[in-house]
């Protein structure tokens, strides 16, 4: 259908940043020759529109008045080359993709008056210089746009908008399973994208057989989202044969029995909502849930990360009946941004623009949420490459009376928010399938791409409905759509659903494909028939569709409808228990690894600055800086810090009630690297450093509740089930000790990428996430050093531990003597040093992890833009500890280095009552750190060294090093 | 002296409303919520109040540009409206989005008194958002509720507030005959261009206007996320140096000058 075009540019003499950043990805992308790049804007406006309408519109609406100029053309009407351009090349979504975009220039047009036609937008770049237009195509689709989302057209424009879409088959589609073999079975779930096993598709089949009929198409799609196992969990709930005995399920044997054997008192709901509840003050409690979205994050990772964010901010708003979310986090794992590109296996995305387009996604979601990110981390490993990681947390706060929820019968089914499209659909079961080289193409109906805005409509339309009470229970619609959602809150009671009046993006959708598509941005209600009316004019205030699309009902039987036509009407019962349970076999045994003979640490200065510029450690300010940290002013300890505003603080401190002092400290611990060792260092050691970043901020090691995160590689390989038991274990250990209750938790379990020489598996990896609870957030700390003249105190015991270490990195080794915790020793670190807090015996506090004690104390000077002198020969070590490079690299746990001033050194050892600490140095003014031992000076680093080299690696706009002194 | 009362404006995308009430709150006002389709249906209800605040956020996601959807919204029912609320004495302040819809509007800088899109707040020269906390000097301005010669630090937080106006000649004008009421300052204390004091680019350093009449204010950084002591960024060591908090943060100054005017006058 030709449209209307409007072309909106930059002013000749005006700055033009998009085209200035896109010359640079470009350049970046290798593409050589171009003098430079002007954006363009494109909007489509359908042709019902005159041509006085469209130039009113563009003059008052898409064109700057002061920046801008822009050209009108006619329908049908070619693309004149831009003045002087060598090529242009123009981004334009794909059909289908949602554009938010259109629906503002749609809305606009209606408040001006004008009919609110169809409309479209586009991006143009119009390139100067000497470029060969097919080399600018290949690297525009890299650069500039992702062509699993948006087709780049070179030296051409779109020329108008999709047309109607084909009538839906709104057939009903009898799937036979009768007389299928265990192979033809098989082949039906991989050719129908359902992810299911044999055993599964045999008991599906069992228990049609028993009901006399076939399955509906629906009805499997249902069965096979309910039982994917991004949904059921069926590993982590199975039973696992290990070390000569079964485990039967897993997750309640091990990480649930850790919260049940503790049972703290201020846990007010776990491991049955959408995130784990525990109490804040009186009247209110917090939750937390963290989630991963790493699949559609390696596909897409602009949408997938912004989704995944979306995602995770429905579930909190989704806990209970209603909470308000205040806080963001988020962890990436990538590979390493400079790998080469040989080393990129075809199907997967270049490091750097999956780190970009994730950090990006990130932003332009949880920015417009209005909802701050206040903490996280990044991680490399190689084997990131095909499985880039993308953690995303979020925090709500909601009264306690209101942290349960109860489904009553009779209750009417409510969709609010966006509309359903085809996009995500087979999201929850290709999250279940490993990655290859074709899925960039073959999944990209899996793909999503987020609305934030529609998504901050949902919000205050859900939390002003929570406020007058007007719903009896909510989900949010994730993975599966509207048969998770309303499968789960029918279950035990019985559902009836007509999908005919639910809201569409376009016409076409099949009646399943409506039933399970990952459109975001949806939640659905269970609201009570008195109160449907209030609830409807509510959400109508607020500008959020809402659509009743049922009854809940006692029938036991989930049954789907379009236009009265009955879909599926499945057994419920049989929807949530009929999975069968499945056993798996682990084993374990260390691997042959030694520690490596290196050479006695020639420079170590160099050594430092080195170990300062890995990936691991070096600032991610370039990231911290695009999240809205400040949103809601509840911000009272920020993922930033010192007297510049750079150094890395170890934990975000909130304070989520205005006027109150009452707080919130949010940390988290994650080593990938000790996986490569032994899975167990890495899982507890992941839990003693979200501890440890925690109480070095003044969190309470006693009112901290934990999650936990698994990625894994592969799950039915014995050996790498092995390895995630005995890293569960470990965790789970520890927490005991800690008495820090799981909360909530996830998992995503088949992180592989197959090519054609082999499969990448990535490291296994828990991620821990300790949130506590505080009375006064004025007894928080930062870890710059504030003061020169005190003291430096490092509690905590180093040991010959470099295995895994980021110093054995850089010298090209992995090692074998991985850091392990001492359980004893790590809850007595904890709890003195939080005394000692309390106590404000400290001026500044910085945990001990990737660097070891080196990293910390620059971290700390820089951060104070003071100098600091260590006496390793001061260090408390364990025995043949004796190399400086082992006292200052060593990644030994339950570390933490205290500012301390020195008249306070009295009450500092009063308070950490029997724990090993030493005064390991002091905070200088000169701006330098020394290291020697008994005043032998072994290294002098001046600060501008440490900065250049801690912020040089991630510093992708190239403003945050600083220029090198003259 | 009256307790004024706060229009604070809710909209699809507007993010800051809460802080924002409890800002004013907290300096003695009487806030409340109206969203946009409640304002719209009913309009003389801005006549029932002694301030207006459009807060932070993305409103409609920013789409087009930022500010621009709310301000068409806006335009036809309530832009003149809001001229002749300014000319009866009511105050106005927008932040960050705000401070775009205001501008977009044609409120800000409002040489002529008449509603016209004399400046813009347009893409930040890094082509991307950024939060960071910046230092700010308040100049001699017209605004009647933002004292001069106040070194402030805000939390700056956008990716659309490189402030330019129609000419050079008007950007000049805009500083030296007061309607720059804020600067972006370096170290120095001098209004600075350069990245990353002034975190957009906008030419001459300017991060805040207010109108002919000064009732109207607009800032880019954040007043609503700098009012309490703690949400300064280097509390602690305020709180070592002089052994207790202050009572405020740097933000809170705007609130309560903007509440003593409007009880003052009211």
């Known amino acids: ?966 | 002296m009256t307790t004024p009362k706060v229009l604070v404006l809710r909209a699809p995308g507007i993010n800051c409303e809460r802080e924002t009430q409890h800002a004013f709150a907290r300096a003695g006002a009487a806030p409340s919520f109206v969203h946009i389709r409640q304002l719209l249906a009913a309009p003389d209800r801005l006549d029932g109040f002694a301030a207006l605040a459009v807060p932070g956020g993305f409103s409609y996601g920013d789409d087009i540009s930022s500010g621009r959807v709310l301000a068409t919204e806006m335009k036809q029912a309530l832009g003149e409206r809001i001229l002749r609320f300014v000319a009866r004495g009511g105050l106005v302040l927008g932040i960050c989005n705000g401070f775009q819809v205001l501008v977009r509007l044609g409120l800000l800088p409002c040489t002529q008194g008449r509603l016209d899109e004399e400046v813009t707040l347009t893409h930040n020269l890094s082509d991307h958002y950024e939060c960071r906390w910046v230092t700010l000097r308040t100049t001699k301005s017209r605004c009647a509720f933002l004292p001069p010669g106040l070194t402030l630090r805000w939390p700056a937080a956008h990716g659309e507030g490189r402030l330019v106006a129609r000419t050079p000649a008007l950007q000049r004008l805009l500083v030296d005959e007061g309607y720059a009421t804020a600067l972006y300052v370096d170290e120095h204390g001098q209004a600075t261009e350069r990245y990353p004091q002034n975190p957009n680019g906008a030419p001459l350093g300017i991060a805040g206007l207010t109108d002919h009449s000064g009732r109207v204010l607009g800032v880019m950084p954040h007043p609503d996320r700098s009012y309490l002591p703690t949400h300064m960024p280097d509390w602690r060591r305020t709180q070592l140096a002089r052994g207790t908090l202050p009572e405020d943060g740097d933000g809170m100054v705007v609130f309560r000058e903007m509440v003593r005017v409007a009880a003052a006058e009211g």
């Open chain 1, 1 to 966: 259908m030709q449209a209307w075009r409007v072309d909106v540019v930059v002013k000749p003499d005006q700055q033009d940043p998009m085209g200035g950043s896109a010359l640079r990805a470009l350049r970046a992308a290798g593409l050589d020759g171009i003098d430079r790049v002007r954006s363009r804007r494109g909007y489509l406006l359908a042709r019902e529109l005159d041509e006085a309408q469209v130039r009113r519109f563009a003059a008052a609406v898409l064109c700057d008045p002061v920046v801008d100029e822009c050209s009108v053309h006619a329908p049908g009407a070619t693309a004149a080359s831009p003045r002087g351009a060598a090529h242009s090349v123009a981004v334009v979504p794909r059909p289908g993709v949602t554009d938010p975009v259109a629906h503002s220039v749609q809305k606009a047009l209606g408040d001006l008056g004008l009919p609110a036609v169809a409309t479209g937008t586009y991006k143009v770049f119009d390139v100067h210089g000497r470029v060969d237009g097919a080399r600018l195509l290949q690297a525009a689709k890299k650069a500039l746009a992702n062509d699993v989302v948006q087709d780049v057209l070179l030296d051409a424009l779109p020329v108008g908008l999709p047309g109607a879409s084909p009538a839906p088959d709104l057939a009903v589609h009898a799937v036979p399973l009768a007389g299928l073999d265990p192979v033809g079975l098989e082949r039906l779930s991989k050719d129908g994208g359902l992810a299911l096993d044999g055993a599964e598709m045999a008991a599906i089949q069992r228990h049609f057989a028993g009901l006399g009929r076939a399955p509906t198409r629906m009805e499997l799609e249902t069965l096979a989202q309910t039982w994917s196992e991004h949904c059921k969990h069926k590993t982590l709930t199975g039973n696992v044969r290990w070390q000569g005995r079964t485990i039967e399920n897993l997750l309640k044997s091990t990480i649930a029995h850790v919260t049940r054997t503790l049972d703290r008192d201020f846990c007010v709901s776990v491991f049955t909502d959408n995130a784990g509840v525990i109490r804040f003050d009186d009247e209110h409690s917090v939750c937390i849930k963290v989630e991963t979205h790493n699949r559609p994050s390696a596909i897409e990772p602009f949408g997938g990360a912004g989704t995944g964010v979306g995602g995770v901010i429905r579930d909190v708003l989704g806990t209970g009946l209603g909470a308000r979310p205040i806080a963001s986090t988020d962890v990436f794992c990538f590979a390493p941004p400079d790998l080469p590109a040989t080393q990129v296996p075809q199907g997967c995305l270049p490091p750097l623009s999956v780190l970009k387009g994730v950090v990006a996604g990130v932003r332009d979601y949880g920015n417009p949420m209005g909802i701050p990110t206040v903490n996280g981390s990044v991680h490399f490993d190689e084997n990131f490459v095909g499985n880039p990681l993308v953690y995303v947390g979020n925090i709500g706060i909601l009264p306690t009376a209101r942290a349960h929820k109860q489904v009553h019968r009779g209750d009417a089914i409510v969709a609010l928010g966006g509309r359903t499209g085809r996009d995500g659909i087979h999201g929850a079961t290709f999250s279940s399938l490993e990655l290859h080289t074709e899925s960039e193409t073959l999944s990209s109906g899996a793909v999503q791409i987020g609305d934030p805005i529609t998504e901050r409509k949902v919000m205050d339309a859900v939390l002003r409905c929570a406020d007058l009470d007007l719903f009896s229970a909510i989900t949010d619609c994730g993975a599966g759509g509207f048969s998770s959602a309303i499968g789960e809150m029918a279950e035990g009671l019985g559902a009836d659903v007509d999908l005919q009046h639910a809201p569409l993006k376009y016409q076409g959708l099949a009646p399943w494909e409506i039933w399970i598509s990952e459109a975001q941005e949806r939640m659905v209600l269970a609201v009570p028939p008195a109160k449907l009316a209030q609830l409807l004019a509510v959400c109508a205030e607020e500008a959020c569709e809402a659509t009743v699309l049922g009854t809940f009902t006692d029938s036991g039987r989930l049954v789907v409808r379009h236009a009265g036509t009955v879909h599926a009407d499945l057994d419920l019962h049989f929807l949530h228990k009929g999975v069968p349970v499945q056993t798996r076999d682990a084993t374990w045994a260390p691997k042959a690894l030694a520690e490596p003979q290196l050479p006695p640490e020639r420079d170590l200065g160099q050594a430092l600055l080195a170990v300062l510029g890995d990936y691991a450690i070096c600032s991610k300010e370039w990231i911290v800086r695009q999240y809205d940290h400040e949103v809601q002013a509840g911000s009272a300890g920020k993922p930033l810090c010192g007297v510049r505003d750079d150094g890395p603080a170890d934990a975000a401190v909130l304070a989520p009630k205005l006027g109150s002092l009452r707080g919130v400290v949010l940390a988290n611990g994650l080593n990938p690297r000790y996986s490569r060792i032994d899975p167990a260092a890495m899982a507890e050691c992941a839990l003693d450093e979200a501890m440890r970043n925690l109480v070095a901020c003044g969190g309470d090691p006693d009112y901290t509740a934990i999650l936990d995160n698994y990625c894994w590689g592969s799950t039915r390989d014995p050996q790498a089930l092995g390895e995630l038991v005995r890293a569960t274990e470990a965790v789970c250990a520890l927490a005991l000790t800690y008495r820090t209750p799981f909360v909530s938790g996830k998992d995503s379990l088949h992180n592989e990428f197959r090519t054609p020489t082999g499969v990448i598996r990535i490291p296994g990896c828990i991620l821990v996430t300790a949130m506590s609870v505080i009375a006064d957030v004025r007894a928080t700390l930062t870890s710059d050093c504030k003061r020169p003249g005190s003291l430096l105190v490092l509690v905590g015991v180093t040991k010959d531990e470099l295995g895994g270490s980021v110093y054995y990195k850089t010298k090209g080794e992995l090692g074998a003597q991985v850091p392990r915790v001492d359980h004893g020793l790590g809850r007595d670190v904890l709890h003195g040093v939080h005394r000692a807090i309390a106590a404000r015996c400290v001026l500044s506090a910085h945990d001990l992890s990737e660097g070891g004690l080196g990293a910390a104390v620059a971290e700390m000077a820089l951060g104070g833009r003071l100098g600091a002198r260590i006496d390793i020969a001061a260090v408390p070590t364990a025995s043949g500890v004796q190399r400086p490079e082992q006292i200052l690299f060593s990644e030994s746990q339950s570390r933490i280095l205290l500012e301390v001033a020195p008249d306070r050194l009295a009450d500092l050892r009063a308070n950490l009552h029997q724990v090993p600490f030493a005064v390991v140095g002091e905070v200088t003014q000169a701006k330098e750190l020394v290291f020697h031992r008994d005043g032998k000076v072994l290294a002098t680093v001046p600060l501008d060294a440490v900065e250049r080299a801690w912020k040089r690696p991630l510093d992708l706009d190239g403003t945050l090093a600083p220029e090198v002194a003259r």
